[in-house]
């Protein structure tokens, strides 16, 4: 079970369940209480759970803190900005044609899942080209650091076998 929790697929899909159901708590929140148009509503509740997404990701699910966060930032925006047109696209595609807005913005969102979790392992948060100290790929230890996504061992036993 902890090998499973280690790798930062496990991670993403918690954090992105935690996320989803923000956005979707949102997204209901804002139609509710206010006059917002589909899109502006989708937007602002997309954003937000985005920016928070980010931090999340960060530094729960591929432990890059390490590394400078301006160029992980970049990538992002343009990761996002590809899966905001995605999203916007399909919900109020879904929408138009008589789907619920929460149903449609879950349908939007699964569809992007897999994507995302690559785009976020290898790109936004993945190693600086040339680097691999800092692969979050959980098969190997690499340039003598233990890998984020490889269990640690606890001291005593660590001790025990020496």
């Known amino acids: 079970?902890?090998?499973?929790?280690?790798?930062?697929?496990?991670?993403?899909?918690?954090?992105?369940?935690?996320?989803?159901?923000?956005?979707?708590?949102?997204?209901?929140?804002?139609?509710?209480?206010?006059?917002?148009?589909?899109?502006?509503?989708?937007?602002?509740?997309?954003?937000?759970?985005?920016?928070?997404?980010?931090?999340?990701?960060?530094?729960?699910?591929?432990?890059?803190?390490?590394?400078?966060?301006?160029?992980?930032?970049?990538?992002?925006?343009?990761?996002v900005l590809g899966d905001y047109a995605l999203t916007l696209g399909a919900v109020e595609g879904l929408h138009a044609l008589g789907v619920p807005l929460l149903v449609a913005r879950i349908a939007a969102g699964g569809t992007n899942l897999v994507w995302n979790y690559l785009l976020y392992r290898f790109w936004t948060f993945g190693s600086p080209r040339g680097d691999t100290s800092g692969d979050t790929s959980g098969d190997t230890e690499r340039a003598g650091r233990?890998?984020?996504?490889?269990?640690?061992?606890?001291?005593?036993r660590v001790a025990a076998h020496q």
């Open 1 to 79: 079970m902890r090998r499973i929790w280690q790798h930062s697929l496990t991670r993403f899909c918690l954090l992105g369940m935690v996320g989803f159901g923000f956005d979707l708590a949102l997204l209901a929140l804002l139609k509710t209480v206010t006059p917002l148009p589909v899109w502006a509503a989708v937007t602002i509740a997309f954003w937000v759970t985005y920016a928070l997404n980010f931090v999340l990701n960060r530094y729960f699910a591929f432990h890059a803190q390490d590394r400078p966060v301006g160029p992980q930032v970049l990538r992002f925006v343009a990761q």
């Open 146 to 156: 233990q890998d984020a996504d490889r269990p640690v061992e606890e001291p005593e």
